[in-house]
């Protein structure tokens, strides 16, 4: 009997929190016919608007008893799906009668609400997380995680790890294989390295108000430079020790920390785009050499840079290979 799952929207739900992991369970029922059935559900019934101005059809909630899985979106309306009790008592009922209840990005602020997440540990979007935890302080958030399972409860952060939260479930009714063939119709990654962290600060300093822009644009396309807290103080005109506390209370992480980001984030898409030779992208991105590389991808990634070099080919040549 194919397992249904509903995902639960709301007036100004972010549109991909739903539609990305759908994409996922369709491709992953055409592997495997009859597996799942896939439902819009909504306490409002009808056309529901997304932040993005598009709209989609979301049926009645139904009985929480022929819920396979529960799926929460995100978006600006989860603080008012979250208290809103019809919505509250149908995720708790789900996560009572259904198999497993999972929610993307700040749709945890509605299992939260529930009472699901006390004394678990859960993840939500990084930008969120400071208030998410101050109205939540029994939840044990763990912010940096792309993806977390305690029990029958999932989370999951940001827009697109709705995706990564997806195949993780696809997985583990399907087995690694379907989902390893889900992720590569995607042209995704099945598990991406690294944890949100990596994302958060680079997009923080790349805000257009921020303190500290034409710095980084100075640092992105000086990369091969030294780059040192003093040279960056300098670039700023300020002094070293102002720089970097100011520069750590505006971005989050200190200076230093910020431009190795940059430098493995550069250096991972040159290297997934296909530039030949590991030593060539270090020097180009200011490692000096293919060891000192090696040892930033594996505290900022958790992986070296030869796990990452073109994936794309290597996906392509797994899925065009005979059985």
């Known amino acids: 009997m194919p397992r249904r799952i509903s ?44 932040t993005s101005g598009v709209c989609v059809q979301a049926s009645p909630l139904g009985r929480a008893d022929a819920v396979d899985t529960l799926i929460v979106a995100g978006g600006e309306g989860s603080r008012g799906a979250a208290i809103c009790a019809k919505t509250r008592r149908f995720v708790s009922t789900c996560a009572q009668r259904s198999r497993r209840v999972a929610s993307v990005c700040s749709g945890t602020y509605v299992l939260a609400a529930a009472g ?34 305690d029990g029958k409860i999932w989370s999951s952060a940001g827009i697109t790890a709705g995706i990564d939260l997806a195949l993780a479930l696809i997985s583990d009714d399907l087995g690694e294989d379907i989902a390893r063939r ?30 500290f822009g034409e710095l980084w644009d100075h640092v992105r396309t000086h990369l091969r430079e030294r780059l040192s807290v003093a040279d960056l103080a300098r ?27 940059l430098r493995v984030d550069t250096a991972r898409a040159a290297l997934e785009s296909g530039t030949p030779g590991i ?45």
């Open 7 to 50: 995902f639960l929207v709301f007036p100004q739900f972010q549109i991909l929190d739903a539609t990305g992991p759908i994409a996922a369970f369709e491709i992953a029922e055409r592997y495997r016919p009859g597996t799942y059935t896939l439902h819009m559900v909504a306490v409002s019934p009808g056309s529901i608007a997304s």
């Open 116 to 149: 699901l997440l006390d004394g678990r540990r859960a993840t939500t979007h990084w930008s969120v997380t400071a208030d998410f935890s101050r109205r939540f302080p029994k939840v044990r958030l763990d912010a940096d995680r792309i993806y977390v399972r």
């Open 182 to 211: 889900t992720a590569q119709q995607l042209v995704v990654y099945r598990r991406r390295p690294g944890g949100q962290s990596q994302f958060s600060p680079l997009l923080q300093m790349e805000r257009a108000d921020g303190r």
């Open 235 to 261: 670039l700023s005109c300020m002094s070293a020790r102002n720089f970097s506390r100011v520069f750590t209370e505006e971005v989050g992480i200190a200076p230093a920390k910020a431009v190795e980001r």
């Open 279 to 323: 030593q060539q992208v270090a020097e180009a991105c200011g490692f000096g050499n293919a060891e000192r590389m090696r040892r930033s991808f594996l505290r900022v990634l958790g992986a070296p840079p030869s796990a990452l070099k073109r994936p794309g080919r290597r996906a392509l040549a797994a899925e065009t290979a005979p059985p």
